[in-house]
């Protein structure tokens, strides 16, 4: 942080000399630009933080500008590498790295760095909407065509909003699960000929879950987060430490870093026999999740898109919203 340093003058100074030190004491001043308010709390450690420079072009290369300060992150302590992460992460910065810069940088990091990131930005998004395209195998069969979903989502109490967009499976349908209402219940519609008709139905029904091996109360980023820190602890009692493998890859047009684990005995000790989760470049969720069974085949695959926080008001969650097709 610049200082400003006021001239003191001694009380016999001349007129001249009060009013050049006037001056001098008015361009420090203007020199020093105000900050924007940042409304997200950053640790006063990461102000001392060496700042992530590097300038790459639409592909994502990084060009030939000093990145000196990336090979001091790895050596400073964990809470000052996560401060380190949320700093270049809201200015910009990390996205700005290229592919190998990213997973040189994370390679060096802390095993416990990233588990740390992820659960305090977990607490930041409570209330938002998002886009996602998934895929599952259902009873085993593959769904060849991406569901593309737009959800509004709040934490608490957990409500949530679905609806299948046009360019992908089911499109038409709409959910909603309020558990002020029925913590058990979800109310839904088909897309097509059938949206007219509504109905209540068991969030872990066959109805429910003809689509998804998940209910709707798992279709949230903190979902994803929580499972990737309770399996984290089991991977640690395994004597597994860090991911098998860190790249970076571009999936909806989102540029992730990736971290793959793999499981000495998989399912049904671990959630999957291989899981990739891909962070994303600018917020502290993983924007990206994939995870493959004993057999190899993968099983899911989810892509969150477009996260914007929000503040809800009633009718987001009342399926008598003249927007929706209830």
């Known amino acids: 942080m610049l200082r400003i340093f006021q001239t003191t003058l001694?009380?016999?100074?001349?007129?001249?000399?009060?009013?050049?030190?006037?001056?001098?004491?008015?361009?420090?001043?203007i020199a020093v630009p105000a900050r924007a308010q940042d409304t997200t709390p950053t640790?006063?450690?990461?102000?001392?933080?060496?700042?992530?420079?590097?300038?790459?072009?639409?592909?994502?290369?990084?060009?030939?500008?000093?990145?000196?300060?990336?090979?001091?992150?790895?050596?400073?302590?964990?809470?000052?590498?996560?401060?380190?992460?949320?700093?270049?992460?809201?200015?910009?910065?990390?996205?700005?790295?290229?592919?190998?810069?990213?997973?040189?940088?994370?390679?060096?990091?802390?095993?416990?760095?990233?588990?740390?990131?992820?659960?305090?930005?977990?607490?930041?998004?409570?209330?938002?909407?998002?886009?996602?395209?998934?895929q599952q195998r259902i009873k085993g069969v593959w769904q060849t065509q991406p569901a593309h979903l737009l959800v509004r989502y709040r934490q608490d109490?957990?409500?949530?909003?679905?609806?299948?967009?046009?360019?992908?499976?089911?499109?038409?349908?709409?959910?909603?699960y309020d558990e002020t209402k029925d913590p058990k219940q979800l109310y839904a519609h088909q897309g097509g000929t059938f949206s007219f008709v509504s109905i209540w139905t068991p969030i872990d029904g066959s109805r429910a879950l003809a689509q998804s091996n998940h209910t709707v109360r798992e279709l949230n980023l903190g979902y994803v987060t929580e499972l990737f820190?309770?399996?984290?602890?089991?991977?640690?009692?395994?004597?597994i430490d860090k991911p098998s493998k860190i790249e970076v890859l571009t999936d909806y047009g989102e540029r992730v870093v990736a971290f793959t684990w793999e499981t000495p005995t998989g399912q049904p000790q671990f959630y999957a026999k291989k899981v990739r989760l891909g962070l994303d470049l600018?917020?502290?969720?993983?924007?990206?999740?994939?995870?493959?069974?004993?057999?190899?085949?993968?099983f899911e695959k989810f892509t969150f898109t477009d996260v914007t926080p929000k503040h809800f008001d009633a009718s987001t969650f009342d399926p008598k919203n003249p927007q929706y097709k209830f």
């Open 43 to 134: 640790p006063a450690a990461s102000q001392a933080l060496p700042a992530p420079a590097a300038d790459t072009g639409a592909s994502g290369s990084a060009s030939s500008t000093d990145t000196s300060g990336l090979g001091q992150v790895g050596s400073m302590p964990v809470e000052r590498q996560v401060a380190w992460l949320n700093r270049a992460a809201q200015s910009g910065e990390l996205a700005k790295l290229g592919d190998a810069q990213l997973v040189e940088l994370f390679q060096s990091l802390s095993p416990d760095t990233l588990p740390r990131y992820v659960e305090a930005g977990s607490a930041r998004y409570r209330e938002y909407e998002f886009q996602t395209y998934s």
């Open 10 to 29: 001694p009380l016999r100074a001349t007129g001249f000399a009060r009013l050049l030190a006037l001056v001098l004491t008015s361009a420090a001043m």
């Open 229 to 239: 820190l309770s399996e984290l602890k089991k991977y640690h009692a395994a004597g």
């Open 157 to 176: 109490p957990m409500q949530v909003y679905v609806k299948w967009l046009a360019d992908g499976r089911s499109a038409g349908q709409e959910m909603i």
């Open 282 to 298: 600018r917020h502290p969720f993983f924007g990206t999740s994939e995870a493959w069974d004993n057999n190899g085949e993968l």
